[in-house]
């Protein structure tokens, strides 16, 4: 009969971002189980102390701020004009969005009051651009967003309260051109962001209908939808479209082979990946 980590063994692994194969080891005795747990805890610790010089002497910037930066020049090198929008949005523009009292997403939206929120995702500003440089700008319109994002998610390894997208977007594509577009925009942010082995996968969204998710093994790590779509009219929009949305936290944790995407992502807790509580 094999033993494997005990509860607060295997939490502390977690937090010190073991490997997977780390995690599942086993054992014939408990005492040997504590022996190894020393040792690969000392290892992680080690390890982490490290990589946190690395961050003081040479890098000076976390992980999430240099894949911004990478994202923003592949894309603005590939033609697309970068935007910056307000975080908190009205009640109307998510209304807009099928996003009313009765939708599933409406309770996990960080409400400041009656009329506004914190925005769950950068699509309403990204519409309410495309609407004023339609009158101002010639097709197609090429914009993207990195942003903040804020939703009151399921606490756990994949998913944050607050998390930071890149949403890509592309207004005048050719109807027949959306689905190859689709396919190019994921291989530039996935490329800019170091990750390979990859797929497309058609799924089905509680706002934008059927969309094109980009997965890695199971976990998704980008959606992409197209217009015409039934939303646009909403928005007075009336030409085709494909935009696709990232959560670059995931894409570190993916790239950084991490199990807890809250090591990536803003927090006291961790700095570029490390636990602070290290010995």
């Not at 977690?14 to 040792?39: C, G, H, P, V, Y």
């Not at 944050?160 to 959306?178: A, Y």
């Amino acid at each position: 009969m094999s033993i494997s980590w005990s509860t607060v063994q295997l939490q502390r692994l977690k937090e010190l971002n073991a490997s997977s194969e780390q995690l599942d080891m086993n054992f014939i005795e408990t005492s040997n189980r504590d022996r190894a747990f020393q040792d690969v805890e000392h290892s992680l610790v080690k390890h982490g102390k490290s990589q946190l010089k690395k961050l003081r002497d040479e890098k000076h910037r976390p992980a999430l701020l240099e894949l911004e930066d990478r994202l923003a020049i592949a894309l603005c090198q590939k033609g697309f004009v970068q935007v910056v929008t307000p975080t908190i949005i009205s009640k109307t523009s998510l209304a807009k969005m099928t996003i009313s009292d009765d939708h599933p997403l409406f309770s996990q939206v960080f409400w400041l009051d009656a009329k506004r929120c914190l925005r769950p995702m950068l699509a309403p500003n990204l519409y309410t651009l495309w609407r004023d440089l339609i009158r101002l700008w010639d097709k197609p319109i090429r914009i993207f967003e990195i942003g903040t994002c804020y939703r009151k998610e399921s606490q756990g390894s994949q998913h944050l309260n607050e998390f930071t997208m890149l949403n890509l977007t592309e207004l005048g594509t050719p109807l027949e051109e959306r689905y190859q577009r689709l396919e190019e925009m994921a291989q530039w942010v996935m490329e800019a962001a170091g990750i390979e082995g990859y797929g497309l996968l058609t799924e089905s969204s509680v706002v934008y209908g059927d969309t094109v998710d980009v997965m890695k093994g199971e976990l998704e790590l980008g959606s992409g939808a197209m217009g015409p779509h039934f939303l646009d009219e909403k928005w007075g929009i009336f030409d085709p479209w494909v935009g696709i949305g990232f959560g670059l936290e995931r894409l570190l944790m993916i790239r950084e082979g991490k199990q807890n995407v809250q090591s990536m992502a803003r927090s006291l807790t961790y700095l570029d990946g490390v636990r602070l509580n290290i010995k």
